[in-house]
């Protein structure tokens, strides 16, 4: 398998837990969960979302990493986190 079509494969996988992942938020929003309100959400993602990236771009302009490890780690951490909603709500989110 090529590093290009294992990064192909890294991606799918992340994208099919990250969908899992969504269920289990719209589950606890259905039932009125306050950690989910839109305030905490936004700051949340915002901060997270710079932070990781910036961080990542540091790591690999370094070699510590390369992209297709990068990728492997986050469709295994996605999975790691839709595993966690499903044992949290007894639920399969697909």
């Known amino acids: ?7 192909a494969e890294f991606a799918r996988r992340h994208q099919i837990a ?17 950690s989910v309100w839109p305030k ?3 700051v949340g993602i ?27 780690a986050i469709a295994e951490g996605m999975e790691d986190e839709r595993a966690r909603y499903e044992e949290r709500h007894g639920v399969t989110f697909v």
């Not at 990250?18 to 306050?34: K, L, P, S, T, W």
């Not at 932070?51 to 990068?70: F, M, P």
Request: net charge negative.
């Open 1 to 7: 398998m090529t590093d290009a079509e294992k990064a």
């Open 18 to 34: 990250q969908h899992a992942m969504q269920a289990g938020v719209a589950y606890e929003i259905a039932r009125d969960d306050h």
């Open 40 to 42: 905490h959400l936004r």
């Open 46 to 72: 915002n901060t997270a979302m710079i932070d990781h990236a910036s961080l990542v771009k540091l790591l690999v302009k370094k070699g510590v990493i390369t992209e297709l490890e990068y990728l492997q």
